[in-house]
């Protein structure tokens, strides 16, 4: 076998009399990449019933056309039933492997440089599983709960649009009456006691929001601490609403265009929930060390979303800007 023989050169960044200088590094790696987000946060997280995790909705108690005066004289009650729906959603994988090498852990533990790296990278596997979570809580591209049709989750804004919930802000509207008269006839609802918590889009819109009540108000919007943030809130009928910034909504075209489409959702935060199993966290599976000697461990999370009473409880605002 031929042994081969490097020149200090190619790692040295300058030899001269009396000094031999190397690369060396900080031990802290520069770290300000995206992690988790608001919404997932916020949701409930409940346990699911099995695969899939059922429930039951009621969608109606009896109407005044059953239910209603009679002649106090000549009482004949109707027969009433309340309404009930079975509804379901079915449980998503998400999963990511993260590898060892024996070799080089050992070779960066003797050379005393990033010990917490080992650990860092297993906490930064687990954070990339709840980022794809984060942004698959809005965007999953299944398309049903009942037939699932991929692998990913029904994303809650794609719910809360297929139940025909929908208002278009104009460019020439005002992106403040549209969301405030939206919340109105929310709460005006006769049928359901309906009680938006929060309304959430991207931080683009929401600073278009912001331009908007100072520039024809001459007004600063409140702010309120949620989830360990400060946001701004908007006060309507069913009260001062957080405005929520969130990276995973997105938008389409350049704003200020005039073809832009920026989204906004009205949610009852009470009414989404996160159906886990076994734990609503992810979990960490280290699996047997293989002839290769590299030490391999499994991120796992199982759940699925879904937005209850997405016909009535919840709106999707689109911005035209």
Partial sequence: ????????????????????????????????????GIFGQRIKQVPATGHPSRFFEETGIPSPGTAGFVDPRNIVAPVVSPTRVERSVPLKAIVAQLNYNLFDIELGTQQKQFAYLQAKDLVD????????????????????????????YYGAASQIAASGNTVTIGTSQSIVDGLKSTVAQMV??????????????????????????KSEFNVVLNTREVAGFTVKTLSTQAGELPLIPDWALGYT????????????????EDMIEYHWL???????????????????????KFGGVVVKGANYAHYQVLVDR
Wanted: proline share 7%; net charge negative; hydrophobic share 40%.
């Fill in 1 to 36: 076998m031929k042994a081969n023989f490097y020149d200090i050169h190619s790692a040295a960044d300058f030899i001269g009399p009396g000094a031999i200088e190397v690369p060396f590094y900080q031990t802290e790696i520069t770290d300000l990449v995206r992690r988790r």
């Fill in 125 to 152: 596997t687990v954070e990339g599983v709840l980022h794809s979570h984060d942004i698959a809580l809005w965007n999953g591209n299944d398309t049903s709960l009942s037939s699932p049709t991929t692998t990913q």
């Fill in 278 to 300: 076994s734990d609503p966290n992810p979990r960490i599976f280290q699996l047997g060390v293989p002839g290769s000697l590299a030490s391999q461990y499994v991120v796992v």
């Fill in 253 to 268: 075209g350049t704003s200020g265009s005039g073809s832009a489409v920026l989204p906004a959702y009205i949610v009852s």
């Fill in 188 to 213: 005006a609802n006769s049928n359901f006691a309906v009680r938006p918590s929060a309304i959430y889009a991207n931080p683009v819109l929401l600073d278009l929001i912001d331009r908007e009540m």
